[in-house]
């Protein structure tokens, strides 16, 4: 790898275990505060992915899209594809709550689940990657 591309993929890593960390407190209070949990869950998984990317020295693309990260992430590590079918399903968090609307509460529940995927795409992301991409 070269090393601003082993650079790069680190801080992105940095910033989707900074996003995992504020999901989790997100969910501490009671009453928990479920839509910002849901966003940084999606912060997370597209961070992590975008990681891979430049560790692969591919482009990033501008999107919050999980489904295309997903693809291209896919494309070149088939093995990610079970959790990342998962994952597609938290794009929405990127926005849905983050505008007013007539948007139903989710539960506690919700929240850790995303937490749980979110997680579960960290982990597969970095145990793929090379190792001095990792440290």
Same mark, same amino acid.
């Given at each position: 790898?070269?090393?601003?591309?082993?650079?790069e993929?680190r801080?992105?890593?940095?910033r989707?275990?900074?996003?995992?960390? @504020?999901?989790?407190?997100?969910?501490?209070?009671d009453?928990?505060?479920?839509?910002d =949990?849901l966003? !940084?869950?999606?912060q997370?998984?597209?961070k992590?992915? %975008?990681?891979?990317?430049?560790? !692969?020295g591919? /482009?990033?693309? %501008? /999107? !919050?899209d999980?489904d295309?990260?997903s693809?291209?992430?896919? @494309?070149? !590590?088939? $093995?990610?594809?079970?959790?990342l /079918?998962?994952?597609?399903?938290? /794009?929405a968090? @990127?926005?849905?709550?983050?505008y007013? *609307?007539?948007?139903? $509460?989710p539960?506690r529940?919700? *929240?850790e689940?995303?937490?749980h995927?979110?997680?579960?795409?960290?982990? =597969?992301v970095? $145990?793929?990657l090379?190792?001095?991409?990792?440290?």
């Amino acid at each position: 790898m070269r090393p601003e591309s082993v650079a790069e993929a680190r801080a992105w890593l940095k910033r989707a275990a900074m996003d995992l960390r @504020a999901g989790a407190l997100d969910l501490q209070p009671d009453p928990p505060i479920v839509e910002d =949990a849901l966003f !940084h869950c999606q912060q997370a998984a597209e961070k992590a992915l %975008k990681a891979f990317l430049v560790a !692969h020295g591919q /482009t990033i693309p %501008k /999107t !919050h899209d999980l489904d295309l990260l997903s693809c291209r992430c896919e @494309a070149i !590590h088939p $093995s990610l594809r079970e959790v990342l /079918t998962e994952a597609r399903d938290l /794009t929405a968090f @990127a926005w849905v709550f983050r505008y007013p *609307g007539d948007w139903k $509460s989710p539960s506690r529940d919700k *929240g850790e689940n995303a937490l749980h995927l979110a997680r579960r795409v960290y982990e =597969a992301v970095v $145990s793929r990657l090379p190792d001095e991409a990792r440290s």
